[in-house]
């Protein structure tokens, strides 16, 4: 049995339904205001604690950390522009494909796509 944490909820609350996958960085300036007494320890201790436990992702993007609340197989599209990273939805089928020609057992996949987001598109315009 996990202790229950303030602090570990109120990042999870923080991160709930977001798709801007934050930095840890990001979630505690965020945090901080309301919660004065905060420290960027703790914010990392229980990020990776919410990693371990599944509830969930890490992400590394070119040195930076970035956490995903969306722990369902789906893939991510970073921009070269802004940074963005966003979320995909993955085709079933790819993951079928794989099954089709493994004889272990594909759980999920994870894919990585490259290019200029649609706001980045956008400004060009």
Excluded at 37 to 45: D, E, M
């Amino acid at each position: 049995m996990v202790k229950y944490s303030k602090q570990r909820e109120a990042i999870k609350q923080k991160l709930i339904g977001r798709t801007d996958h934050p930095t840890a960085e990001t979630l505690y300036a965020e945090l901080k205001t309301e919660m004065p007494n905060l420290s960027a320890a703790t914010v990392y201790r229980n990020l990776s604690q919410l990693e371990e436990w599944g509830e969930i992702h890490r992400i590394v993007v070119e040195g930076a950390t970035r956490f995903d609340p969306n722990v369902q197989p789906h893939s991510h599209f970073f921009c070269r522009k802004c940074g963005a990273v966003l979320d995909m939805k993955d085709d079933v089928d790819i993951l079928k494909q794989a099954q089709s020609n493994f004889s272990g057992k594909v759980e999920s996949c994870t894919s990585r796509f490259y290019g200029i987001c649609p706001e980045c598109m956008d400004m060009n315009n």
